[in-house]
């Protein structure tokens, strides 16, 4: 046997099909206008047939379906695996390392049934070419192909494997065929396209174990589930070979076309947009012909609509996007096509016990379609998540949207979602928008969910996840339709958000709108003002808001709204200067919330509140005591960011420097796991501030000022309360400077006091005496002065940057 020259398949299916009609080589000759010694040559593969003459056998055999493509793909040419794009193209793009890999694994023969997986269009036959191609100049072994393309017929593989790897007439089995035919010769098969006929796999499995020298190499959409199988993934190209391969394929579409630094970042989104697959990318590129990359890229959210029109000489599953999902879909179980359409209403993915609890037990289904590569399993927390990628979520959403069970679908998910959130169930920000869809539905179909409880569930959701600007958008748009509750709550997280200006303005609507007997969401409102008022550094304001929301809580008879309301009240009673007042307060918030039986998120936050008051007060046990209470309650509300605040609070009261450390270590890790996108900063910011001071103490000065520095700027920029926190980390940094370098350390104290509102509280005023008693003492009071007014002077961008000065030195004066 010679390479590249084995048998055709060709020749088995004639003599099969011959014998099944009972024809002999003689009649079957003159039916078909050939003479006898041409079909003998044709029947023993020492000849290829010509196309005219493939027509007119088929014809006399009567083949018509299955048998017929099978007939007439098998006379075709096979000198290497169907390709997805013309050859001419340039070569193989972004695929160096998978192929190395290849080629070790098959060289080495430590795995001798390999099989290519990847979603469509990710290039497996062109991979599997470019190692055919590879093997071809070697001379210690012999290189086979066969393309199954054009194969539905699982009957035929062992046949066809036989005659590609050059087995001659036998009426032997075709495993035994191949086994007597090769002994222990070195041969590489290569299998393309066998995702339709994984049901043959047991009998591809079997060439390799009864050939000591045979590996197969095979490219499938989905594994063959073999226990010998090495399953060889392909994803998406790398960022610039998808980019090379993008202006490679525009190039060709458009001679004219020109990529420089004006057009990279549209080319990148347009990559990004299809997931770096190469089919999309080829089938995008063909547009610059028509569009500059950045029209394109505008419009390729829609990807079904422009990722078509591809080479006419390419397979028809290849020449759009749709064909190839299509195709796909085309391989598994009605019920999976249908379990594929559902998951096509759950924007984002979806964790399996909420699909199962939507949609009910779909495992079977679900196998099948990650199996062949058209939804993608993620870990999300403890659970997995299942998402379609982008590049497919597409059709299944068309294809809801076009059955008759849309409706349902969409409705049995939207309720599942708001009635977990109203049950105080967590989502993480995975699924911020299903959640997002599912109050948009019950907004057009169903309003009445869209209540107080399910309100303030929302809030606490993105709130939990920091997609505040996000949910304070949704919940405006969605109440300006005259739902009083939601414009509050939209105001509510754009006050967490730092607009204050809109919430102000969103909850004087909200009040405007409001029945006057609507005492609950009157108090929701003037709560809301008071709170602004706060931050606006307005506290005479806040109180008298403040306390009307309390009357108006009072009359509603809700515990859980009088608990906010005397939260909110502590807050003000805080910035006033009256910090005893402020813990009475927030301990019969906490009173009234344990009777109303709140939401673990809501209840922690008060619980921080009075730890980071304690602290305030100058009374450690009851700080360390609070916050440990408060962590699991935050963590279990999702609320990580202010889990890991409640530890550097424990941890700059503990006195105990293992069990500082103990408590910053798990403040880091808190944060680290947190996966809230916006609004994050704000209250990371001040976590890091307040764990910067922990450093210090702790003696890692160096990572202490680098800590600072980081969270200064973000502080600086946002509401009066942030700057006060600034002002206590600069305060305390400064106690722990000022034996080494009491210069600086007396113009942190400086620009504390420039940025401080409130009245300093006892625990940090006991830290400025001792850093200016020190610096003052060392210094003298005239050089104390002068430093002192030096730090008063610093603007914000200063200040940045004399903190950035002492990061850089470390633990070095400057």
């Not at 590996?215 to 090495?230: I, W």
């Not at 490679?248 to 004219?256: I, K």
């Not at 063909?286 to 006419?312: I, K, S, V």
């Not at 306390?547 to 807050?571: E, I, K, Q």
Request: hydrophobic residues 45%; aromatic residues 2%.
């Amino acid at each position: 046997m010679t390479q590249q020259n084995a048998a055709s398949p060709f020749a088995e299916l004639l003599r099969r099909h011959r014998a099944n009609t009972g024809l002999s080589q003689v009649q079957l000759a003159r039916l078909s206008g050939i003479s006898d010694r041409a079909l003998r040559d044709l029947e023993q593969g020492k000849r290829v047939p010509r196309s005219q003459s493939v027509r007119l056998m088929a014809t006399a055999l009567k083949l018509t379906g299955d048998d017929l493509t099978a007939f007439l793909a098998a006379a075709r040419p096979q000198s290497a695996p169907a390709r997805s794009a013309p050859s001419a193209d340039g070569g193989l793009l972004g695929r160096a390392d998978e192929l190395r890999s290849l080629l070790d694994l098959v060289l080495r023969a430590r795995h001798r049934l390999i099989t290519v997986t990847g979603p469509a269009g990710v290039g497996k036959s062109r991979i599997a070419a470019e190692l055919a191609a590879l093997l071809t100049g070697r001379t210690d072994l012999v290189v086979s192909t066969l393309d199954l393309s054009a194969v539905v017929d699982v009957a035929l593989v062992g046949d066809l494997a036989a005659d590609a790897l050059g087995c001659g007439p036998s009426r032997l089995a075709p495993v035994d065929r191949v086994a007597a035919h090769l002994r222990d010769r070195r041969v590489v098969l290569v299998v393309d396209r066998f995702e339709q006929l994984v049901d043959a796999a047991a009998e591809l499995a079997a060439l390799p174990r009864r050939c000591p020298g045979l590996t197969v190499v095979v490219t499938s959409q989905r594994p063959l589930r073999l226990r010998d199988e090495r399953v060889f993934p392909l994803a998406g190209l790398p960022h610039e070979a998808a980019a090379a391969l993008f202006v490679r394929r525009a190039r060709l579409a458009n001679p004219a076309f020109d990529a420089d630094e004006d057009t990279a970042p549209a080319i990148e989104t347009i990559c990004h947009r299809v997931e770096h697959l190469p089919l999309a990318i080829e089938l995008a590129a063909g547009w610059a012909r028509l569009m500059r990359p950045a029209d394109l890229a505008e419009r390729l959210t829609h990807r079904l609509r422009y990722l078509t029109d591809g080479e006419r000489d390419l397979p028809a599953r290849h020449r759009s996007l749709r064909a190839a999902v299509e195709a796909t879909l085309d391989l598994v179980t009605a019920e999976a096509r249908t379990a594929f359409r559902r998951l096509g209403g759950f924007d984002g993915g979806v964790r399996l016990d909420d699909l199962e609890a939507v949609l009910g037990p779909s495992l079977a289904e679900l196998t099948e379609l990650v199996d062949i590569n058209l939804v993608r399993i993620t870990p999300d927390g403890d659970s997995s998540r299942y998402t379609l990628p982008d590049t497919v979520a597409e059709l299944a959403e068309e294809q809801l949207a076009a059955s008759g069970d849309s409706d349902d679908v969409r409705g049995r998910i939207a309720s599942h979602y708001l009635g977990k959130l109203r049950g105080g169930a967590t989502f993480g920000a995975l699924d911020a928008a299903n959640i997002r869809a599912a109050v948009r539905w019950a907004a057009s179909e169903d309003p009445a969910r869209l209540d107080a409880d399910t309100a303030i569930a929302l809030v606490l959701f993105y709130e939990s996840t920091g997609r505040l600007g996000e949910g304070a958008e949704l919940l405006s748009q969605v109440g300006a339709g005259g739902v009083p509750v939601l414009l509050l709550r939209a105001g509510q997280l754009a006050a967490l958000h730092g607009d204050l200006e809109e919430a102000g303005e969103t909850a004087r609507r909200a009040l405007a709108a409001t029945p006057e007997d609507d005492h609950g969401t009157r108090t929701a409102g003037l709560s809301l003002l008071g709170m602004v008022a706060v931050e606006q550094g307005k506290p005479r304001e806040a109180m008298a808001h403040l306390r009307t929301a309390l009357a108006a809580a009072r009359l509603s008879g809700d515990d859980a709204m009088l608990g906010r309301v005397l939260n909110n009240l502590s807050s003000v009673s805080s910035e006033i200067g009256r910090p005893q007042d402020a813990f009475r307060q927030l301990e019969a918030a906490l009173a009234a919330k344990r009777r109303a039986g709140t939401a673990p998120l809501d209840m922690g936050r008060t619980l921080f509140n009075l730890a980071h008051l304690a602290l305030d007060l100058d009374d450690p046990a009851v700080a360390v005591s609070r916050a440990g209470e408060a962590v699991p309650l935050l963590t279990a509300g999702g609320h990580t960011p202010l889990a890991a605040f409640a530890e550097t609070t424990a941890a700059l009261a503990l006195t105990d420097p293992a069990a500082s450390s103990a408590a910053l270590r798990r403040a880091d890790r808190l944060l680290a796991e947190s996966s809230r996108e916006d609004g994050t900063d704000r209250v990371e910011a001040a976590v890091r501030l307040r764990a910067s001071v922990v450093r210090h103490a702790l003696g890692d000065a160096p990572a202490a000022w680098r800590e600072l520095a980081g969270a200064l700027r973000t502080s600086l920029g946002h509401t009066t309360r942030d700057r006060d926190s600034v002002a206590e980390a600069l305060t305390l940094h400064a106690r722990y400077l000022c034996p080494r370098d009491p210069a600086s350390a007396t113009v942190l104290l400086g620009a504390a006091d420039r940025l401080r509102r409130k009245k300093i509280t006892p625990f940090v005023a006991g830290a400025r005496d001792r850093a200016a008693t020190a610096g003052s003492a060392v210094l003298g009071p005239d050089q104390w002065t002068e430093h002192l007014e030096r730090g008063r002077g610093l603007d914000d961008v200063g200040l940045a940057a004399f903190v950035d000065g002492l990061a850089a030195a470390g633990h070095e004066p400057l």
